[in-house]
Structure formats: structure tokens, C-alpha cells
């Protein structure tokens, strides 16, 4: 069994930050890559950055220069440090993971969501 757990959601004011963070546990053999994604209501979900376990980066258009996504190989964390937050940042943010599970194969895991909302 493997968990994606979130943390670090809620309400900021537009130019504020946030830093999302999201462990995951359980018998994990190797993580190829994990990221976030975030769903708006009445929009699909789209993927906003991406780390592998070799530190490369990827990020979407609209959140470069303002997002860094990081990670923690040793605790198997990535992280969303979010400044200068827009209110078309609010979403519902998701973590995935690329995991492999002892004596399985490599599988695509989601947390359960946490909520960023930015507002004045």
C-alpha cells in the first residue's frame, strides 16, 4: 500500500506564499518522479510542476518565476514553495507520484487534495 499525504493549503491574500508539502509512505522500492497538479472548479486538471528523482524540473507557463517545486529524497517529500500568489492560483492541489513498490511495478499514485485559495 502506498499514501500520498498533503499539507500546507488554505487562504492567502493575491502577493502572498504558500508552501505545500506531500510525503509519501508505505512499501516503496523507488520513486521515479513526483509533482502537483491543481483542478479549478468548472476546469480540468492540469499539471503545474514536476521533479524527478534525479532533480529535474518542470513547470507550467503560468507558474514560472513564481513556484519552485523541490524534494527530499531521503523522507520521499516534495514540496511547493508558492509566492506572489494569484486569485487564478486557487485550486484544489494534488500531488502525484511515479512510485515503485516492492516486487510490483511502477504506478501512478494521487493524494486526496488539499485546497489553495487566494483571496483578499
Known amino acids: 500500500q502506498v499514501q500520498l499525504v498533503e499539507s500546507g493549503g488554505g487562504l492567502v491574500q493575491p502577493g502572498g506564499s504558500l508552501r505545500l508539502s506531500c510525503a509519501a509512505s508505505?512499501?516503496?522500492?523507488?520513486?521515479?518522479?513526483m509533482g502537483w497538479y491543481r483542478q479549478a472548479p468548472g476546469k480540468q486538471r492540469e499539471l503545474v510542476a514536476t521533479?524527478?528523482?534525479?532533480?529535474?524540473?518542470h513547470y507550467a507557463d503560468s507558474v514560472k518565476g513564481r513556484f519552485t517545486i523541490s524534494e527530499d529524497n531521503a523522507k520521499n517529500t516534495v514540496y511547493l514553495q508558492m509566492d506572489s500568489l494569484k486569485p487564478e492560483d486557487t485550486a484544489v492541489y494534488y500531488c502525484?507520484?511515479?512510485?515503485?513498490?516492492?516486487?510490483?511495478?511502477?504506478?501512478?499514485?494521487w493524494g486526496q487534495g488539499t485546497q489553495v485559495t487566494v483571496s483578499s
Open positions: 502525484n507520484a511515479d512510485i515503485k513498490r516492492f516486487l510490483g511495478p511502477w504506478a501512478d499514485y
Open positions: 508505505g512499501t516503496i522500492f523507488s520513486i521515479r518522479k
Open positions: 521533479v524527478t528523482s534525479g532533480g529535474n524540473t
